[in-house]
Protein backbone atom coordinates (compact mmCIF):
# COMPACT_ATOMS: atom_id res chain seq x y z
CA UNK A 1 0.00 0.00 0.00
CA UNK A 2 0.81 3.24 -1.14
CA UNK A 3 1.48 6.24 1.26
CA UNK A 4 -2.49 7.95 2.35
CA UNK A 5 -2.90 10.92 0.03
CA UNK A 6 -4.18 14.36 1.20
CA UNK A 7 -7.72 14.28 1.20
CA UNK A 8 -8.53 17.86 1.13
CA UNK A 9 -8.03 19.46 -2.16
CA UNK A 10 -5.17 22.22 -2.31
CA UNK A 11 -6.03 24.91 0.15
CA UNK A 12 -8.30 27.22 -1.44
CA UNK A 13 -9.17 25.21 -4.57
CA UNK A 14 -12.85 23.75 -4.67
CA UNK A 15 -14.28 20.38 -5.01
CA UNK A 16 -17.81 20.47 -6.71
CA UNK A 17 -19.83 16.98 -5.64
CA UNK A 18 -22.79 16.54 -8.09
CA UNK A 19 -25.12 18.40 -5.20
CA UNK A 20 -22.56 21.47 -5.55
CA UNK A 21 -22.34 20.98 -9.18
CA UNK A 22 -26.09 21.72 -9.07
CA UNK A 23 -25.97 24.81 -7.90
CA UNK A 24 -23.17 25.84 -10.20
CA UNK A 25 -25.01 25.00 -12.92
CA UNK A 26 -27.88 26.20 -11.89
CA UNK A 27 -26.79 29.54 -11.45
CA UNK A 28 -24.72 29.67 -14.51
CA UNK A 29 -27.91 28.87 -16.65
CA UNK A 30 -29.20 32.05 -14.65
CA UNK A 31 -25.94 33.90 -16.08
CA UNK A 32 -26.49 32.16 -19.44
CA UNK A 33 -29.84 33.06 -20.27
CA UNK A 34 -29.80 36.56 -19.34
CA UNK A 35 -26.81 37.45 -21.06
CA UNK A 36 -28.94 35.62 -24.00
CA UNK A 37 -31.76 38.27 -23.80
CA UNK A 38 -29.73 40.80 -23.85
CA UNK A 39 -27.88 39.66 -26.94
CA UNK A 40 -24.78 38.69 -26.00
CA UNK A 41 -22.44 36.18 -27.39
CA UNK A 42 -20.55 33.72 -25.36
CA UNK A 43 -16.90 33.68 -25.59
CA UNK A 44 -13.68 31.90 -23.21
CA UNK A 45 -10.13 32.65 -23.29
CA UNK A 46 -7.04 30.21 -22.21
CA UNK A 47 -6.92 29.29 -18.82
CA UNK A 48 -3.01 29.84 -18.53
CA UNK A 49 -1.88 33.38 -19.60
CA UNK A 50 1.44 35.03 -20.37
CA UNK A 51 2.14 36.67 -17.23
CA UNK A 52 2.87 40.02 -18.29
CA UNK A 53 -0.92 40.58 -19.25
CA UNK A 54 -1.68 41.50 -15.65
CA UNK A 55 1.28 43.03 -14.40
CA UNK A 56 1.17 46.40 -14.37
CA UNK A 57 3.32 49.41 -13.21
CA UNK A 58 0.16 50.81 -10.55
CA UNK A 59 0.99 47.84 -8.51
CA UNK A 60 -2.68 46.22 -8.58
CA UNK A 61 -2.98 43.87 -5.91
CA UNK A 62 -4.08 41.40 -8.66
CA UNK A 63 -0.17 41.09 -9.36
CA UNK A 64 0.85 39.67 -5.77
CA UNK A 65 -2.08 37.44 -6.09
CA UNK A 66 -0.91 35.68 -9.28
CA UNK A 67 -0.87 31.70 -9.80
CA UNK A 68 2.73 32.67 -11.73
CA UNK A 69 5.30 30.29 -13.02
CA UNK A 70 7.62 29.24 -15.41
CA UNK A 71 6.47 26.53 -18.28
CA UNK A 72 8.95 24.16 -19.23
CA UNK A 73 9.89 26.19 -22.45
CA UNK A 74 10.64 28.92 -19.75
CA UNK A 75 8.07 31.24 -20.32
CA UNK A 76 6.49 33.31 -17.38
CA UNK A 77 2.44 32.46 -17.46
CA UNK A 78 0.15 32.72 -14.77
CA UNK A 79 -3.46 30.79 -14.41
CA UNK A 80 -5.69 33.73 -15.51
CA UNK A 81 -7.22 36.01 -11.90
CA UNK A 82 -9.44 37.78 -14.10
CA UNK A 83 -10.63 37.97 -17.53
CA UNK A 84 -10.56 41.34 -18.79
CA UNK A 85 -6.94 41.62 -20.10
CA UNK A 86 -7.81 38.26 -21.90
CA UNK A 87 -10.73 39.81 -23.98
CA UNK A 88 -8.52 42.87 -24.22
CA UNK A 89 -5.62 40.27 -25.74
CA UNK A 90 -8.23 38.86 -28.21
CA UNK A 91 -9.93 42.05 -29.00
CA UNK A 92 -6.75 43.36 -30.45
CA UNK A 93 -5.89 40.43 -32.09
CA UNK A 94 -9.16 40.79 -34.15
CA UNK A 95 -8.14 44.08 -35.09
CA UNK A 96 -10.30 45.55 -37.35
CA UNK A 97 -12.22 42.03 -38.50
CA UNK A 98 -14.23 43.08 -35.36
CA UNK A 99 -17.43 44.53 -35.80
CA UNK A 100 -17.84 46.61 -33.31
CA UNK A 101 -19.53 47.04 -30.82
CA UNK A 102 -19.25 43.43 -29.42
CA UNK A 103 -21.11 42.59 -27.06
CA UNK A 104 -19.34 39.09 -25.64
CA UNK A 105 -19.90 37.17 -21.92
CA UNK A 106 -18.31 34.68 -20.38
CA UNK A 107 -18.14 32.50 -17.22
CA UNK A 108 -14.14 32.16 -16.51
CA UNK A 109 -12.98 29.93 -13.46
CA UNK A 110 -10.19 32.48 -12.07
CA UNK A 111 -7.30 32.05 -9.34
CA UNK A 112 -6.34 34.57 -7.11
CA UNK A 113 -3.84 33.45 -3.90
CA UNK A 114 -6.01 35.87 -1.68
CA UNK A 115 -6.21 35.55 1.90
CA UNK A 116 -9.28 33.40 2.52
CA UNK A 117 -12.15 34.78 3.87
CA UNK A 118 -16.12 34.33 4.00
CA UNK A 119 -16.65 35.22 0.27
CA UNK A 120 -13.34 34.72 -0.97
CA UNK A 121 -11.52 32.04 -2.18
CA UNK A 122 -8.49 31.41 -4.22
CA UNK A 123 -10.48 29.80 -7.35
CA UNK A 124 -13.72 31.41 -8.19
CA UNK A 125 -16.08 31.21 -11.60
CA UNK A 126 -16.87 34.95 -12.68
CA UNK A 127 -19.82 35.45 -15.08
CA UNK A 128 -18.31 38.60 -17.03
CA UNK A 129 -20.40 40.94 -19.48
CA UNK A 130 -18.46 43.44 -21.57
CA UNK A 131 -19.25 46.09 -24.58
CA UNK A 132 -16.14 46.69 -26.63
CA UNK A 133 -16.65 49.70 -28.79
CA UNK A 134 -19.41 51.77 -27.33
CA UNK A 135 -18.34 55.23 -25.59
CA UNK A 136 -21.49 56.15 -24.07
CA UNK A 137 -22.82 55.53 -20.80
CA UNK A 138 -26.12 53.88 -22.04
CA UNK A 139 -23.56 50.81 -22.15
CA UNK A 140 -22.72 50.83 -18.50
CA UNK A 141 -26.64 51.40 -18.19
CA UNK A 142 -27.61 47.54 -20.11
CA UNK A 143 -25.07 46.41 -18.26
CA UNK A 144 -26.33 47.19 -14.72
CA UNK A 145 -29.56 46.67 -16.24
CA UNK A 146 -28.27 42.64 -16.87
CA UNK A 147 -27.16 42.85 -13.34
CA UNK A 148 -30.44 43.83 -12.00
CA UNK A 149 -32.32 41.16 -14.20
CA UNK A 150 -29.88 38.28 -13.16
CA UNK A 151 -30.87 39.26 -9.14
CA UNK A 152 -34.24 39.33 -9.92
CA UNK A 153 -34.20 36.09 -11.80
CA UNK A 154 -32.57 34.61 -8.70
CA UNK A 155 -35.31 35.50 -6.25
CA UNK A 156 -33.78 38.97 -4.81
CA UNK A 157 -35.75 42.26 -4.51
CA UNK A 158 -34.79 44.66 -6.95
CA UNK A 159 -38.02 46.71 -6.27
CA UNK A 160 -38.56 49.87 -4.76
CA UNK A 161 -39.34 49.12 -1.18
CA UNK A 162 -36.48 48.15 0.79
CA UNK A 163 -34.62 46.34 -1.98
CA UNK A 164 -31.75 43.48 -1.62
CA UNK A 165 -29.13 45.40 -3.31
CA UNK A 166 -27.47 48.77 -3.78
CA UNK A 167 -25.00 49.73 -6.98
CA UNK A 168 -22.26 52.02 -5.50
CA UNK A 169 -21.53 53.75 -8.25
CA UNK A 170 -18.21 56.08 -8.89
CA UNK A 171 -16.20 57.97 -11.50
CA UNK A 172 -12.72 57.79 -11.82
CA UNK A 173 -12.72 61.12 -13.83
CA UNK A 174 -14.43 62.35 -11.04
CA UNK A 175 -11.35 61.72 -8.74
CA UNK A 176 -9.02 62.40 -11.34
CA UNK A 177 -10.17 66.23 -11.47
CA UNK A 178 -9.54 66.36 -7.85
CA UNK A 179 -6.57 64.92 -7.73
CA UNK A 180 -4.72 66.50 -10.61
CA UNK A 181 -5.99 69.67 -8.84
CA UNK A 182 -3.22 68.56 -6.45
CA UNK A 183 -0.75 67.27 -8.93
CA UNK A 184 -1.55 63.66 -9.46
CA UNK A 185 -1.53 62.07 -12.76
CA UNK A 186 -0.99 60.06 -15.41
CA UNK A 187 0.40 56.64 -13.85
CA UNK A 188 0.29 58.14 -9.74
CA UNK A 189 -3.54 58.58 -10.30
CA UNK A 190 -3.16 54.96 -10.88
CA UNK A 191 -1.08 54.25 -8.31
CA UNK A 192 -3.03 56.00 -5.92
CA UNK A 193 -6.38 54.67 -7.11
CA UNK A 194 -4.56 50.92 -6.17
CA UNK A 195 -3.66 52.55 -2.55
CA UNK A 196 -6.95 54.43 -1.45
CA UNK A 197 -9.21 51.24 -2.47
CA UNK A 198 -7.78 49.55 0.06
CA UNK A 199 -8.53 52.32 2.96
CA UNK A 200 -11.51 49.50 4.47
CA UNK A 201 -8.91 46.95 5.02
CA UNK A 202 -5.92 49.18 5.74
CA UNK A 203 -7.23 52.07 7.81
CA UNK A 204 -6.72 56.20 7.38
CA UNK A 205 -3.64 55.97 9.01
CA UNK A 206 -1.74 52.98 6.82
CA UNK A 207 -3.37 54.79 3.84
CA UNK A 208 -1.51 58.13 4.87
CA UNK A 209 2.03 56.36 5.27
CA UNK A 210 1.71 54.75 1.66
CA UNK A 211 0.41 57.12 0.11
CA UNK A 212 3.41 59.55 1.86
CA UNK A 213 5.66 57.09 -0.13
CA UNK A 214 4.04 58.19 -3.43
CA UNK A 215 4.83 61.75 -2.50
CA UNK A 216 1.55 62.33 -1.40
CA UNK A 217 1.56 64.85 1.39
CA UNK A 218 -0.93 65.30 4.36
CA UNK A 219 -3.12 68.64 2.47
CA UNK A 220 -3.55 66.17 -0.46
CA UNK A 221 -4.19 63.10 1.56
CA UNK A 222 -7.12 64.71 3.85
CA UNK A 223 -8.41 66.03 0.34
CA UNK A 224 -8.31 62.83 -0.73
CA UNK A 225 -10.50 61.26 2.40
CA UNK A 226 -12.91 64.20 2.62
CA UNK A 227 -14.05 63.62 -1.18
CA UNK A 228 -14.39 59.59 -0.64
CA UNK A 229 -16.78 60.16 1.69
CA UNK A 230 -19.22 61.88 -0.47
CA UNK A 231 -22.25 59.37 -1.11
CA UNK A 232 -25.59 59.28 -1.85
CA UNK A 233 -28.53 57.95 -3.26
CA UNK A 234 -29.72 58.86 -6.91
CA UNK A 235 -30.12 62.81 -7.71
CA UNK A 236 -29.42 64.06 -4.09
CA UNK A 237 -26.55 62.01 -3.65
CA UNK A 238 -25.21 63.51 -7.07
CA UNK A 239 -25.55 67.05 -5.42
CA UNK A 240 -23.81 65.94 -2.58
CA UNK A 241 -20.86 64.95 -4.28
CA UNK A 242 -20.84 67.64 -6.43
CA UNK A 243 -21.00 70.09 -3.22
CA UNK A 244 -17.64 68.59 -2.54
CA UNK A 245 -15.57 68.06 -6.02
CA UNK A 246 -17.60 71.48 -7.19
CA UNK A 247 -19.54 71.76 -10.29
CA UNK A 248 -17.36 72.25 -12.93
CA UNK A 249 -15.71 68.38 -12.58
CA UNK A 250 -16.36 66.67 -15.98
CA UNK A 251 -17.00 63.45 -14.58
CA UNK A 252 -20.12 64.14 -12.68
CA UNK A 253 -21.60 64.53 -16.54
CA UNK A 254 -21.32 60.48 -16.57
CA UNK A 255 -22.81 60.47 -13.14
CA UNK A 256 -25.98 61.84 -14.08
CA UNK A 257 -26.51 60.24 -17.61
CA UNK A 258 -26.63 57.25 -15.62
CA UNK A 259 -29.42 58.32 -13.45
CA UNK A 260 -30.91 59.07 -16.76
CA UNK A 261 -30.42 55.86 -18.63
CA UNK A 262 -31.02 53.80 -15.41
CA UNK A 263 -34.74 55.06 -15.20
CA UNK A 264 -36.03 53.41 -18.54
CA UNK A 265 -34.52 50.80 -16.92
CA UNK A 266 -36.33 50.65 -14.04
CA UNK A 267 -33.21 50.24 -11.63
CA UNK A 268 -32.62 53.68 -11.16
CA UNK A 269 -33.36 53.87 -7.09
CA UNK A 270 -30.88 50.54 -6.69
CA UNK A 271 -28.25 53.58 -7.67
CA UNK A 272 -26.19 55.10 -4.72
CA UNK A 273 -23.40 57.36 -6.09
CA UNK A 274 -20.22 57.06 -3.33
CA UNK A 275 -16.81 58.32 -4.64
CA UNK A 276 -15.28 55.68 -1.95
CA UNK A 277 -15.94 53.55 -4.62
CA UNK A 278 -12.26 53.03 -5.89
CA UNK A 279 -11.90 49.68 -7.69
CA UNK A 280 -8.83 47.63 -7.35
CA UNK A 281 -7.76 47.50 -10.76
CA UNK A 282 -5.65 50.22 -12.11
CA UNK A 283 -7.39 50.25 -15.96
CA UNK A 284 -10.12 51.95 -15.15
CA UNK A 285 -10.95 55.12 -16.64
CA UNK A 286 -14.56 56.19 -15.86
CA UNK A 287 -17.32 54.58 -14.52
CA UNK A 288 -17.05 52.33 -12.03
CA UNK A 289 -19.22 50.44 -9.99
CA UNK A 290 -19.87 47.69 -7.24
CA UNK A 291 -23.05 45.75 -6.45
CA UNK A 292 -23.66 44.92 -2.67
CA UNK A 293 -26.22 43.22 -0.47
CA UNK A 294 -27.77 46.30 1.08
CA UNK A 295 -28.51 44.68 4.11
CA UNK A 296 -24.85 44.27 4.60
CA UNK A 297 -24.30 40.83 5.94
CA UNK A 298 -21.73 39.82 3.72
CA UNK A 299 -19.53 43.22 3.34
CA UNK A 300 -18.10 41.66 0.24
CA UNK A 301 -18.69 42.82 -3.48
CA UNK A 302 -21.01 40.64 -5.02
CA UNK A 303 -19.77 42.04 -8.57
CA UNK A 304 -17.60 45.07 -9.73
CA UNK A 305 -17.22 46.72 -13.02
CA UNK A 306 -15.85 49.56 -14.96
CA UNK A 307 -15.19 51.52 -17.89
CA UNK A 308 -11.78 50.97 -19.06
CA UNK A 309 -10.81 52.52 -22.25
CA UNK A 310 -7.18 52.59 -22.37
CA UNK A 311 -6.73 49.08 -21.55
CA UNK A 312 -5.99 48.60 -25.50
CA UNK A 313 -3.37 51.26 -25.52
CA UNK A 314 -1.77 49.70 -22.75
CA UNK A 315 -1.69 46.89 -24.74
CA UNK A 316 0.41 48.39 -27.69
CA UNK A 317 -3.10 49.22 -30.04
CA UNK A 318 -5.44 51.97 -30.84
CA UNK A 319 -7.73 53.18 -27.88
CA UNK A 320 -11.49 51.25 -27.98
CA UNK A 321 -14.19 52.17 -25.29
CA UNK A 322 -14.56 49.03 -23.51
CA UNK A 323 -16.74 48.96 -20.55
CA UNK A 324 -18.06 45.33 -18.42
CA UNK A 325 -18.30 43.69 -15.06
CA UNK A 326 -17.65 40.34 -13.00
CA UNK A 327 -19.79 38.41 -10.81
CA UNK A 328 -18.49 35.71 -9.08
CA UNK A 329 -20.15 32.64 -8.14
CA UNK A 330 -18.97 33.12 -3.90
CA UNK A 331 -20.77 35.54 -2.53
CA UNK A 332 -23.79 35.88 -4.55
CA UNK A 333 -24.08 31.38 -3.67
CA UNK A 334 -23.64 32.68 -0.12
CA UNK A 335 -26.27 35.13 -0.17
CA UNK A 336 -28.79 33.10 -2.02
CA UNK A 337 -28.29 30.19 0.86
CA UNK A 338 -28.40 32.57 3.83
CA UNK A 339 -31.66 34.25 2.33
CA UNK A 340 -32.98 30.74 1.10
CA UNK A 341 -33.72 31.40 -2.67
CA UNK A 342 -31.54 28.65 -3.95
CA UNK A 343 -33.68 26.99 -5.06
CA UNK A 344 -34.53 22.50 -4.18
CA UNK A 345 -32.54 20.88 -7.03
CA UNK A 346 -33.06 17.45 -7.31
CA UNK A 347 -31.08 14.92 -9.11
CA UNK A 348 -33.34 14.20 -12.38
CA UNK A 349 -33.81 10.41 -12.94
CA UNK A 350 -37.21 9.55 -14.62
CA UNK A 351 -37.37 6.03 -14.79
CA UNK A 352 -34.95 2.81 -12.70
CA UNK A 353 -35.12 -0.22 -14.49
CA UNK A 354 -34.36 -3.17 -12.33
CA UNK A 355 -33.24 -6.71 -13.48
CA UNK A 356 -33.29 -8.77 -10.58
CA UNK A 357 -30.62 -10.89 -11.72
CA UNK A 358 -27.62 -10.65 -13.96
CA UNK A 359 -29.99 -13.39 -16.67
CA UNK A 360 -32.48 -10.00 -17.16
CA UNK A 361 -29.52 -7.45 -18.06
CA UNK A 362 -29.92 -7.34 -21.24
CA UNK A 363 -33.55 -7.32 -21.20
CA UNK A 364 -33.39 -4.28 -18.81
CA UNK A 365 -30.79 -2.33 -21.03
CA UNK A 366 -33.14 -2.72 -24.33
CA UNK A 367 -35.82 -1.34 -22.33
CA UNK A 368 -33.65 1.33 -20.73
CA UNK A 369 -32.23 1.84 -24.40
CA UNK A 370 -36.26 2.48 -25.67
CA UNK A 371 -37.25 4.99 -22.97
CA UNK A 372 -34.05 6.77 -23.52
CA UNK A 373 -34.46 7.42 -27.32
CA UNK A 374 -37.74 9.02 -26.34
CA UNK A 375 -35.56 11.46 -24.22
CA UNK A 376 -35.86 10.01 -20.70
CA UNK A 377 -33.32 10.03 -18.26
CA UNK A 378 -33.38 5.91 -17.39
CA UNK A 379 -30.79 4.22 -14.96
CA UNK A 380 -30.64 0.93 -14.84
CA UNK A 381 -30.08 -0.84 -11.18
CA UNK A 382 -27.56 -3.69 -11.56
CA UNK A 383 -27.43 -4.35 -7.82
CA UNK A 384 -29.06 -7.42 -7.20
CA UNK A 385 -30.36 -6.08 -3.71
CA UNK A 386 -33.45 -6.94 -2.34
CA UNK A 387 -36.55 -5.70 -3.71
CA UNK A 388 -36.97 -3.36 -0.79
CA UNK A 389 -33.58 -1.26 -1.51
CA UNK A 390 -34.49 -0.66 -4.89
CA UNK A 391 -37.52 0.70 -4.45
CA UNK A 392 -36.10 3.17 -1.34
CA UNK A 393 -33.26 3.83 -3.73
CA UNK A 394 -34.94 4.74 -6.94
CA UNK A 395 -37.69 6.55 -4.76
CA UNK A 396 -35.49 8.59 -2.36
CA UNK A 397 -32.57 9.06 -3.63
CA UNK A 398 -33.11 9.14 -7.58
CA UNK A 399 -36.52 10.52 -7.32
CA UNK A 400 -37.44 8.46 -10.45
CA UNK A 401 -41.02 8.10 -11.47
CA UNK A 402 -41.51 5.03 -12.41
CA UNK A 403 -39.73 1.53 -11.54
CA UNK A 404 -39.68 -1.35 -14.08
CA UNK A 405 -39.41 -4.61 -12.47
CA UNK A 406 -37.74 -7.52 -14.37
CA UNK A 407 -37.90 -10.61 -12.83
CA UNK A 408 -36.76 -14.18 -14.15
CA UNK A 409 -40.24 -15.05 -15.02
CA UNK A 410 -41.99 -11.97 -15.83
CA UNK A 411 -39.17 -11.79 -18.84
CA UNK A 412 -39.62 -15.36 -19.45
CA UNK A 413 -43.62 -14.97 -19.98
CA UNK A 414 -42.66 -11.47 -22.05
CA UNK A 415 -43.43 -9.37 -19.66
CA UNK A 416 -42.56 -6.19 -16.88
CA UNK A 417 -44.20 -4.74 -14.19
CA UNK A 418 -44.05 -1.00 -14.08
CA UNK A 419 -44.34 0.77 -10.02
CA UNK A 420 -44.88 4.29 -10.26
CA UNK A 421 -43.48 6.26 -7.60
CA UNK A 422 -43.40 8.41 -5.32
CA UNK A 423 -46.30 10.26 -2.50
CA UNK A 424 -49.92 9.49 -4.41
CA UNK A 425 -48.71 7.08 -6.93
CA UNK A 426 -51.15 4.86 -8.83
CA UNK A 427 -51.15 1.17 -8.86
CA UNK A 428 -48.50 -0.73 -10.13
CA UNK A 429 -49.36 -2.53 -13.40
CA UNK A 430 -48.02 -5.03 -16.12
CA UNK A 431 -47.12 -4.24 -19.53
CA UNK A 432 -45.30 -6.17 -22.12
CA UNK A 433 -41.68 -6.10 -23.05
CA UNK A 434 -42.54 -5.71 -26.88
CA UNK A 435 -44.26 -2.45 -26.12
CA UNK A 436 -41.25 -1.36 -24.39
CA UNK A 437 -38.75 -2.52 -27.16
CA UNK A 438 -37.68 -5.55 -25.94
CA UNK A 439 -40.01 -7.93 -27.01
P1 LIG B 1 -13.15 42.14 -9.52
O1 LIG B 1 -13.86 43.15 -8.73
O2 LIG B 1 -11.74 41.85 -9.18
O3 LIG B 1 -13.27 42.58 -11.04
O4 LIG B 1 -13.96 40.78 -9.44
C1 LIG B 1 -15.32 40.75 -9.78
C2 LIG B 1 -16.09 39.84 -8.84
O5 LIG B 1 -15.50 38.54 -8.85
C3 LIG B 1 -16.07 40.25 -7.38
O6 LIG B 1 -17.05 41.19 -7.11
C4 LIG B 1 -16.37 38.92 -6.70
O7 LIG B 1 -17.75 38.58 -6.80
C5 LIG B 1 -15.64 37.93 -7.58
N1 LIG B 1 -14.31 37.61 -7.02
C6 LIG B 1 -13.15 38.22 -7.25
N2 LIG B 1 -12.15 37.65 -6.55
C7 LIG B 1 -12.70 36.62 -5.86
C8 LIG B 1 -12.21 35.63 -4.95
N3 LIG B 1 -10.94 35.56 -4.62
N4 LIG B 1 -13.09 34.75 -4.44
C9 LIG B 1 -14.39 34.79 -4.76
N5 LIG B 1 -14.91 35.69 -5.61
C10 LIG B 1 -14.09 36.60 -6.16
C11 LIG B 1 -12.68 41.94 -12.09
O8 LIG B 1 -12.14 40.86 -12.01
C12 LIG B 1 -12.85 42.65 -13.40
N6 LIG B 1 -12.02 41.98 -14.41
C13 LIG B 1 -14.32 42.69 -13.80
C14 LIG B 1 -14.54 43.38 -15.10
C15 LIG B 1 -14.98 42.80 -16.26
N7 LIG B 1 -14.33 44.66 -15.34
C16 LIG B 1 -14.63 44.91 -16.61
N8 LIG B 1 -15.01 43.78 -17.19
Not at 243 to 271: C, M, R, S
Not at 286 to 306: K, N
Request: proline share 4%; glycine share 10%; hydrophobic share 45%.
Amino acid sequence: MGDAIDLQPVKGMRDFYPEDLRVRSWLFGLWREVARRFGYEEYDACVLEQEELYIRKAGDEITGQLYNFEDKGKRRVALRPELTPSLARMVLSRGSALPLPARWFAIPQCFRYENMQRGRKREHFQWNMDIVGLATVAAEAELMAAQVAFLRDAGMNVGTESPDIVFRVSNRQVLAHVLNKLGIEGERFAQVCVIIDKRDKIGDEALTTELAALGVGPEPTKRIIEVMAAAGHGQAGLDAITAVVGGDNPGLKQLGELLTYAEPFGFAHLIRFDLGVIRGLSYYTGTVWEVFDASGGLPRAIAGGGRYDALMELFGGKPVPMVGFGLGDVVITEILRDKRLLPPLRRIVDDVVFPMAAAQFATANRIARFLRKQGRVVLVDYSERRFKHVVERAENVEGAANLYILGGNEVASGKCTVKPLGKDAAKEYVVTLASLGAG
